[in-house]
């Protein structure tokens, strides 16, 4: 059963904007903080940016100033607006919920920052 969904994906030039949406189940919007990670090529997936059920939210220090994540609880759906891309932004953008007995994860989008 797949619990989360991403969309929003695709090529983008640097210095363009992405909206990434994550849907998910109630039962994860009615009891768990919210995350975004990346993984790049190569390399281990990162913690992006977070937020709890109430909107507290928190960024890595690479997108500060450029990413904003947001949560709908009523319509299950997530978000990261994304502006001001940088090439080093390119990575398969996954949402997670801690899930409570285990890891719950959409099964990614690709973000491509290139000109």
């Known amino acids: 059963q797949v619990e989360l969904e991403e969309s929003g994906g695709g090529l983008v030039q640097p210095g363009g904007s992405l909206r990434l949406s994550c849907a998910g189940s109630?039962?994860?919007?009615?009891?768990?903080?919210m995350h975004w990670y990346r993984q790049a090529p190569g390399e281990q997936r990162k913690l992006v940016e977070g937020?709890?059920?109430?909107?507290?939210?928190e960024y890595a220090d690479s997108v500060k100033g450029r990413f904003t994540i947001e949560r709908d609880n009523p319509r299950t759906v997530m978000y990261v607006e994304m502006n001001n891309l940088e090439s080093e932004d390119t990575a398969v953008y996954y949402c997670?919920?801690?899930?409570?007995?285990?890891?719950?994860w959409g099964q990614g989008t690709q973000v491509t920052v290139s000109s």
């Open positions: 937020i709890t059920r109430g909107g507290v939210t």
């Open positions: 997670h919920a801690p899930g409570g007995t285990e890891e719950l």
């Open positions: 109630q039962r994860i919007f009615r009891t768990y903080p």
